[in-house]
């Protein structure tokens, strides 16, 4: 490994750093934060046209080397060296917006000021030649003194002309002069006087098709009709498309447990084989087709750029409470993930609004309330349809935009104001989906929830079986063991808390174990009702829930017990990930326990005042 070269990847952000990255390395690449910050750090290693393995890092995006982020001081310590976790890059590949490059040259000359020998691609030369561009890049070359690759990553024109500039031995050094001190307007005049003659533009500015879109997709109204509509679209694709894959991981499980059950003799190992691992795990991984639509379709808006623009729109909304356009990216990411959503908050300069977007982050829908959130739409529209079933997940979803506004615009206020700080806001052009990128995403997000189940929700699987199951009961009654045990008497303790809410003890069991992480709840009901049927007999999960009655003969997932936990689940803090995420952020316990205390305690008045207000309509 001495031997192997290091190139270092840097640009601005939208330049197509990760499609180049992807394409160099395919999956022989991994990701991991730097020590002592939560940044990503993402390295691969690739070939180039000899067959000699280099290694290439994708370093953070970066506007330039005057660091004002966690992300940028982190690119400007690798490339200067001053990281001992990461040696020095052997020569840098940095990559150009053909289309911006009087602005992206701006840090592609602080990083030639470093020495390293440096390789220039210009990205994106199709969307360059659309807006009438056309760049002389061996006059370029010969003014840089290094290469200087036209390049369209996400089709791979001009990887081969790049191969060939990785294989030298070592690449030239360029000619560019370091320009003493920090003159912003000095620099762009030298950047203009070196492009000088080699950037020719057409005479009449051409309507490109990205703008020809963006009047229709960034419209004031139809820009929200359209996006109201390609969400209304996903949520109804998830609630048909995905019944068949669902049903067969459901049947492929059942037959398992089925398998385990005639090759066991009855008792607690068997019990929490069938019960414990294939029931809880199994409970949750039946929405694996459902959390990979969903990721597909995310990353089918970000790869097309698609989802820049609903960053931009949401602009308009979060200006009002103070935040700069750069929340929106985490905020948007914590859609997927908090986890990787309050991460992304390192892009942020100011400090008061990372932590306001950091405070918030948690109150977006998801992916983990997604399984709590389609079994409680199931049992509160049983005969529903998936249009139905579609407006009432994306209600939840609205809800929780509104949360998000609601508490940025009070923290906004309450929080000590600093300085201002400039937003920009990138809107790359659109562009035809990189299948394969697209597809990579989706693996990548398909291997995480994956090994979440095989590892965390195994864990409390096996947890909860326990406390269901310990200390045993004399009698032989399935509900009566249940209440006995140790989860049943915890239920039975905080159910005159939750029941105002309308809530029995069972849910009480499965909203406190939910709080290690919020995907649990669908396997402790999985856990509680599969113990409960002792003859072995009865169908899902969700059907025994149906069917489950309170004291009164009443159904205890009516409409309005069902509407209660929905809106406690939009706003409840149950992820200790997240918490932890938090404190390791803010460097402070403060926050996280803040958090903690504020979400939890509006999610209780939010649900109570669902279930007492539902009550004068709904029975």
């Known amino acids: ?108 000359t602080q990083v030639m000021e470093l020495g390293l020998p440096t390789i220039i691609v210009l990205n994106k030369t199709d969307e360059a030649a659309e807006r009438g561009i056309t760049i002389a890049a061996k006059k370029l070359e010969e003014r840089l003194g290094v290469p200087v690759v036209p390049m369209q990553a996400n089709a791979r024109v001009g990887m081969e002309q790049l191969q060939v500039a990785l294989s030298r031995e070592e690449p030239p050094k360029p000619k560019w002069e370091s320009m003493v001190g920090n003159d912003v307007a000095a620099r762009y005049e030298k950047i203009n006087a070196l492009l000088e003659g080699t950037v020719a533009r ?209 923290f906004n206020r309450t929080l000590e104001k600093t300085g201002e700080t400039l937003m920009v806001l990138e809107l790359p052009s659109y562009q035809s989906p990189s299948w394969r990128e697209v597809l990579m995403q989706l693996l990548e997000r398909g291997k995480i929830f994956l090994r979440r189940a095989g590892t965390v929700i195994l864990g409390l ?29 915890m239920g039975k303790a905080i159910e005159p808390v939750i029941a105002p809410l309308g809530y029995d003890w069972k849910m009480g069991v499965g909203l406190v174990a939910s709080f290690a992480a919020r995907e649990v709840f669908v396997s402790t009901m999985s856990i509680i009702y599969l113990g409960e049927d002792a003859t072995g007999e009865g169908n899902t999960v969700r059907e025994k829930m149906a069917k489950e009655k309170r004291a009164d003969g009443t159904p205890a997932y009516n409409v309005r017990t069902c509407l209660s936990l929905l809106v406690f689940y939009v706003f409840a803090m149950q992820c200790l990930s997240t918490v932890a995420v938090t404190r390791r952020e803010t460097n402070s316990w403060r926050w996280p326990i803040f958090q903690v205390v504020y979400l939890t305690g509006f999610a209780y008045i939010a649900a109570l005042a669902t279930y007492q207000i539902s009550g004068f309509f709904l029975t």
């Open 461 to 489: 699987s096996i947890l909860l079986w326990a406390l269901t199951t310990y200390p045993k009961s004399d009698s032989e009654n399935a509900s009566e063991q249940l209440a006995h045990s140790a989860a049943g008497r």
């Open 202 to 410: 057409g005479d009449v500015e051409r309507l490109t098709p990205t703008d020809r879109w963006d009047r229709v997709l960034v419209h004031p109204v139809w820009g929200w009709v359209i996006l109201l509509g390609i969400l209304a679209g996903l949520f109804m694709t998830i609630f048909s498309v995905a019944t068949y894959p669902m049903d067969w991981i459901n049947a492929g499980f059942g037959w398992l447990g089925e398998q385990v059950k005639a090759s066991m003799a009855a008792g607690d190992l068997r019990s929490l084989i069938t019960e414990g691992i294939i029931g809880g795990v199994g409970g949750v991984l039946i929405f694996l087709p459902q959390i990979l639509i969903l990721f597909f379709f995310i990353g089918l808006m970000e790869n097309t750029g698609y989802l820049a623009r609903v960053s931009f729109m949401m602009d308009r909304l979060m200006s009002g409470v103070g935040l700069s356009g750069k929340a929106f990216v985490p905020l948007l990411s914590s859609y997927a993930c908090a986890i990787p959503g309050i991460m992304a908050t390192r892009t942020m300069e100011s400090a008061r609004d990372r932590l306001i977007t950091i405070l918030v982050a948690p109150i977006t829908s998801c992916s983990a309330r997604l399984p709590v959130y389609l079994m409680l739409i199931a049992l509160m529209l049983p005969i529903g349809n998936a249009t139905q079933k579609a407006l009432v997940l994306l209600g939840l979803y609205g809800l929780s935009i509104l949360g998000v506004y609601a508490f940025a615009w009070v």
């Open 1 to 108: 490994m001495a031997d192997t070269r290091l190139f270092a990847l840097v640009g601005n952000p939208n330049t197509g750093k990760t499609t180049l990255f992807n394409a160099l390395t395919g999956l022989r690449q991994k990701v991991a934060n730097y020590p002592g910050v939560t940044v990503e750090k993402k390295e691969g290693t690739g070939r180039d046209r000899h067959g000699n393995e280099f290694r290439l890092i994708d370093l953070p995006g970066a506007y330039s080397l005057d660091a004002k982020s966690p992300d940028e001081e982190v690119t400007c310590a690798v490339l200067h060296g001053e990281r001992a976790d990461t040696p020095r890059p052997d020569a840098v590949i940095c990559l150009i917006d053909a289309s911006n490059l009087e602005r992206h040259f701006y840090l592609a």
